[in-house]
Each structure stands twice: as C-alpha cells, then as structure tokens.
C-alpha cells in the first residue's frame, strides 16, 4: 500500500493506492482563495498546502481504512511546479518515509498525467494490462506537449508550448472579456451556445510540420479585437459567439496536431490529460476525428484531469512493483523539471 501526495500549485492532494487500485483520493483546492486576485499566488498556495496536508492526509487514510503501520513506499511530486509548494508535499513524504522506514518515489507531475487516461473503474484502476503504445496530449494551464508513449514508463516528447500553453491562452482571454476566474471554464460553457464560425481568428503553427504551439499570437489577436470592437462584450449574444470562436482556435491546433503525430508514428491509440482536458469542445472535438479516423481514444476521467494525487500514486506503485530504484530521501525538488529529461 502507497501514501502519494501532490502539491505542484493550488490543489492539496493525498492518495492511498494498493495493487494499481485507487483506495482513497482526497483533494482540497484553493480556488476560491486565489479567485480574488485573478490568478494563483504562490506564497498563498503554500501556506494553504501547509494548513490542509494533515487534514488531507487523514481523510485518505481514513478513506482507506488504512494506517502509517500498513503503507509500504511513499511517494510525493517532486516537479514541477511552484518551488515552495512543491517542497511542502515532498518534504512531508520524504519525512513519512523516513520515519516509517520506507522507500520514497519523487515523480514527475506530468508523467503521472501521462498515465492517467489509463486509471478507470470504480473505484479506479490502472488497467496496465491493456495498454497500447499512445500519442498522448498533455494540455492545462501552464504546459501543452505532445508525447509518444512506447510503453509503460518509456516515451518521447515530440514537442510543447513556445509561449503561452492552451489552458493559460483559455485563462488570459477569459480574464480580457472580463470572466470570473478561473476563467477557461466559463468560458467554455460560453462557448456552447455560441457559433465557432462567427469571428475567424488565427491558428498558430497549425500547419508547421513540427508539433511545437505557441499560443501567444492568438490571445493578443483577441485583444486587438476586443480594442477595434468593445461593443461585443456589451451583447450577451456577441459575447458567446466570442467565446465559441477563440474555443474553435485553440481546439482545431490542438486536435489537428495531435492526430498529425498519430499519423507519422503510425500510431493508433491516443490519449488527453490536463486540466484543459475537461474542455468540453476538445472531448468532442478529439472524438469526432478520432472516430472518423478510426483511432482510439482514451481521456482521463475528469476527477483525473485536474492535479491529484492518484495519478502520482499509481505510477509511484506501478515503479514500485516493478523494482524502479528510490529516489533519495535528500532528493531536493525540480521546479522546471522538463519531461523529456526523464
């Protein structure tokens, strides 16, 4: 049985896995916290990670039925993220680990996203057993990469964000209309009742052959054209007519060059995690093509997306039972750690 926990920026998470079984996932968020000044503040997200970890980790203990006495191996995200907040979970975990004797895992945030599209069931489970080499989309608020997944714990990162990631364009747009933070969401149930055709804006690198993105030109788009048309945010009609057409942008670079690198790898299965995953135009819109090209698609489940614990507890126990070597208990945290140097 493995404890995990995950405070790479504003969710406080612990989770208790056993056998590649999710047993408890008990996450606090601090949204409404950071709501007031439009954005996470980091020394505010640490002291809330400081306040809510001992609560967190009783309630997932509790939800496990389970005790310190009965857990075999810890393990913490290690990066990246927010240097001091990531330094309250690994720390608590290195300090676990070292009083309970065990070994201690320090996982990188975005492999654990990179397997969740494949934790399912109730409660979840990560069917290993089944899966296939993926090209696998990690889209949220401050990263967009596009990853080629051989096998389990083995993979290539194709390319990633230059600028401005998809989640953090949703945001910044958001916050120029004048939407409630965190703005992405809203903006996307604005979206569903607009039409994505009403205002044509542009789709960086969407036909580079290469799989970087850069979606900074697109957001400064929208803010000439909020400039040259102020009237738009005046008129509820307008407005989510705005908010379909930006959605529109971001999802067909995203789709479109994720099925490109499905193509040259000759790859059948792809995969979506991330916060920005939860969009419901990119679920649809990643759908829609994967089944007009007969390919698979698997994205993580929506409690999944988000930052939590289970996905780093799953893949802490998958390297745990497959004898991957523990990180030292001195291991200090890598807050620009890159995926690629893994």
Avoid at 227 to 235: A, C, K
């Amino acid at each position: 049985m493995l404890l995990a926990i995950e405070s790479s920026c504003d969710e406080t998470s612990v989770a208790v896995v056993r056998g590649d079984t999710v047993l408890a996932n008990v996450v606090a968020s601090q949204i409404r916290l950071h709501a007031e000044y439009g954005g996470v503040v980091p020394e505010l997200a640490t002291r809330e990670h400081l306040k809510n970890l001992p609560a967190v980790t009783r309630s997932a203990l509790q939800q496990a039925g389970a005790t310190p006495g009965d857990l075999t191996a810890i393990a913490s995200t290690i990066g990246p993220g927010l240097p001091q907040a990531l330094m309250i979970g690994s720390r608590a975990a290195q300090a676990m680990a070292f009083a309970l004797d065990l070994p201690y895992y320090g996982i990188h945030h975005h492999e654990g996203h990179l397997y969740s599209p494949w934790i399912s069931g109730r409660p979840p489970h990560a069917e290993w057993d089944h899966f296939e080499p993926n090209i696998s989309l990690i889209v949220s608020g401050g990263h967009t990469l596009l990853v080629h997944v051989h096998r389990p714990l083995q993979h290539t990162v194709l390319g990633g964000t230059l600028d401005d990631a998809a989640g953090e364009c949703f945001d910044k747009v958001a916050k120029l209309i004048g939407l409630a933070y965190p703005g992405g969401p809203v903006l996307d149930r604005l979206a569903e009742e607009g039409d994505p055709a009403a205002y044509d804006f542009p789709r960086p690198l969407k036909h580079k052959p290469d799989f970087e993105f850069s979606f900074s030109g697109l957001k400064t788009s929208v803010r000439y054209f909020l400039r040259d048309n102020p009237q738009i945010l005046e008129d509820d009609a307008c407005l989510k007519d705005l908010c379909a057409s930006v959605r529109a942008a971001i999802v067909d670079v995203l789709v479109t060059k994720t099925l490109r690198a499905a193509r040259r790898k000759r790859i059948r299965c792809i995969t979506a995690s991330g916060g920005v995953s939860c969009n419901v135009g990119l679920r649809r819109e990643l759908k829609t093509r994967c089944d007009r090209e007969g390919l698979q698609l698997r994205i993580a489940d929506a409690g999944l997306c988000t930052d939590n614990a289970a996905m780093i507890g799953i893949l802490a126990d998958h390297r745990h039972r497959c004898g991957g070597a523990p990180t030292p208990l001195d291991a200090e945290v890598k807050p620009g750690w890159q995926l690629d140097a893994l």
